[in-house]
């Protein structure tokens, strides 16, 4: 069964201004576009302002006609961003698959990792702490087995709070909701609902499918899927996100990849350049991924967490090779990504696994230091894998230099 969590700071560019300007913590305060001048509009305002009823899009006069002595700040976009991305960072740490929903939300497809953190839940609350801990602010989770119940989820109990959605619970959590507080369903959507007597997600849930669809076209068939947790929505891959915390690489094939060999041969080679780049920042991964694209284009990934963190090529190869054979169907390919996450600093003492062999760990990462002293002296290919002679499948002319956390 799928897991993903939704993750929604609250009161985000309000909660960000009390903490810039801690003076404001007691007041209601909003964000506004150009306060000064009185048409100004609302963005954002503090869990104090919300409760004299000020909401976001009210003018700076009817904002300050509900609260009165209400204070009004610019917005630092450029602030905002910083702190969003450590948000994703932090999101990182659990998986590699975290899409952006603006700068303060997103959800997480953590269920490949979960069995590694305890829960769902434990995750979303592991989350919560360490963005108060670290960015000093709160966030609502959701947690559950659809993307839109997660989201629903988020919703339901904040600031500062989990809640868990389950198939055995979400007829009881999610269907007494009105139908507008899912997401896609706008004011305009809600009103023709409401002429067919549907006005709570449960009622979306028991209506008729052709009715809906005669009504909605094919969205409210969706829509109905959703409000039943049939939907079957994924997180995108956020090893193609902005600014995560990542390092990874991928690369379009000079010609398409038919064998097996020709996906171990790229794989070996963009686990070399993810290598040196987590070498170059100090970093260490416990969280591998690999995506490939098929020369339809169709795209597939998987990641996986590590039992210890690792960075010597072959140690990623290895992994993104067992990944490989899981997911490859034999089609040809066109393209392969190599990620990794959960990044550590190569610095902080390693756990030692009775399992896994650190000796041979430590072999691996003494040959990646060979292997690049030799170049450095001899040139780039001074020394090449027997695993990389075939070379008509990638040049490595252009590769330049990455920063971590970019892409
Ligand atoms: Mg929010």
Not at 173 to 187: F, P, S, Y
Not at 295 to 319: F, H, N, V
């Amino acid at each position: 069964m799928s897991l993903f969590i939704h993750l929604d700071m609250n009161n985000f560019y309000a909660s960000v201004e009390c903490q810039l300007n801690p003076s404001l913590r007691d007041k209601p305060v909003a964000v506004a576009g150009s306060p000064e001048k009185r048409h100004g509009v609302v963005l954002a305002k503090n869990e104090i302002a919300k409760k004299f009823g000020v909401k976001t899009g009210d003018t700076v006069l009817e904002a300050e006609a509900k609260a009165p002595g209400i204070v009004f700040v610019p917005p630092h976009f450029d602030i905002y961003d910083k702190i969003s991305k450590k948000m994703f960072g932090i999101c990182n740490r659990y998986t590699c698959f975290v899409e952006p929903f603006g700068p303060d939300e997103c959800w997480l497809d953590c269920t490949e990792t979960v069995h590694l953190f305890g829960s769902g839940e434990d995750i979303a609350n592991g989350l919560r702490a360490s963005i108060k801990e670290e960015l000093e602010l709160t966030a609502s989770a959701g947690v559950s087995f659809t993307k839109m119940f997660a989201k629903l989820g988020s919703d339901i109990k904040k600031p500062d709070a989990t809640t868990v959605i389950t198939r055995e619970n979400y007829k009881e959590k999610v269907w007494g909701l009105a139908v507008g507080d899912l997401c896609g369903v706008g004011n305009k959507t809600a009103e023709k609902l409401k002429k067919l007597n549907i006005l709570t997600i449960g009622d979306l849930a028991r209506a008729d499918e052709r009715v809906l669809k005669k009504l909605l076209g094919k969205p409210g068939v969706d829509l109905r899927r959703i409000a039943r947790g049939e939907e079957e929505g994924q997180v995108r891959e956020a090893v193609c996100s902005r600014d995560v915390k990542s390092v990874s690489h991928g690369l379009t094939a000079l010609r398409d990849l038919v064998t097996r060999e020709d996906g171990v041969t790229l794989i070996g080679y963009l686990s070399e350049l993810v290598a040196a780049r987590l070498k170059k920042y100090s970093f260490k991964a416990s969280g591998i991924y690999l995506g490939i694209r098929y020369s339809d284009l169709t795209r597939y990934g998987k990641q996986l967490a590590l039992p210890s963190p690792i960075c010597s090529s072959s140690d990623i190869s290895d992994s993104a090779i067992a990944l490989f054979d899981e997911i490859w169907n034999g089609q040809p390919l066109r393209s392969i990504d190599v990620g990794t996450f959960a990044l550590s600093s190569a610095a902080q003492p390693v756990q030692l696994s009775m399992f896994d062999g650190t000796s041979k760990t430590e072999s691996r990462e003494k040959l990646d230091e060979i292997i690049a002293g030799l170049r450095m002296r001899y040139g780039k290919n001074a020394v090449i894998r027997a695993s990389q002679m075939n070379e008509d499948i990638y040049t490595d002319k252009d590769v330049g230099d990455f920063l971590p956390f970019k892409r």
